[in-house]
């Protein structure tokens, strides 16, 4: 039998090992090189580490609706092992980023400019909502169903989203749910109500890009 001194090292021991195990499962897996070189690309040099497909947006027009530009893995390979990614949300008057989730990634959303109602949906079903202006930060919390909405309808609003993953990951409920072919019938029993209801909701909706 363990005495009660040797319970309370094993307990901080179990609560250390827990700890460092949250540590590392918290992000991407980890590598065993400072970075990754894709197959395809021979020489390394600072063009590899640097993406310039935002550039486009500095001298772009207005957003008409609401768009993503993202720099995850996908578009910039240096990326691969290193956790993060960035995505530039611009929304037009108006516009709805629809309630989603980043299986793989926490969200810090920077609010550059506007202001934009957010909100974060927990496991217990609990809504919480902030109304953001520019300079704001957001912490969405992974995997947790979320949306922003600029309720402006003169002003366009722009953010900047950190993710912890170079590789976040996006379901969008309304496209999951209703673009992906999922039965009419089980969709009206699921959301109580009739298959007319839903096949309006599916063709509203365009199925999701990738
Ligand atoms: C390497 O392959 C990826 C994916 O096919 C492509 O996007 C990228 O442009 C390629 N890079 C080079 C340097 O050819
Ligand atoms: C949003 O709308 C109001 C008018 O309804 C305006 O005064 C305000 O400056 C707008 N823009 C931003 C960025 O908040
Ligand atoms: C389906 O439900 C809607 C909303 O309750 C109702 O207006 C509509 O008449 C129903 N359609 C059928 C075919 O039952």
Redesign the pocket.
Known sequence: MASPANKHEFFIALFLALSVFRMTSAGDPDITSDFVVPPNVTAVDGNFFTFTGMRALMSMDLPMAFKVTKASVAEFPALVGQSVSMAVLEFSAGSVNPPHTHPRASELLFLL???LEVGVVDTTNKLFTQTLQ?GDMFAFPKGLVHYQYNA????I?ISISAFGSASAGLVSLPASVFTTGIDSGILAKSFKTNVSTIEALKLGLTPPKA
């Open positions: 400019y506007g202001s520019s402006n309808e003169t002003d609003a």
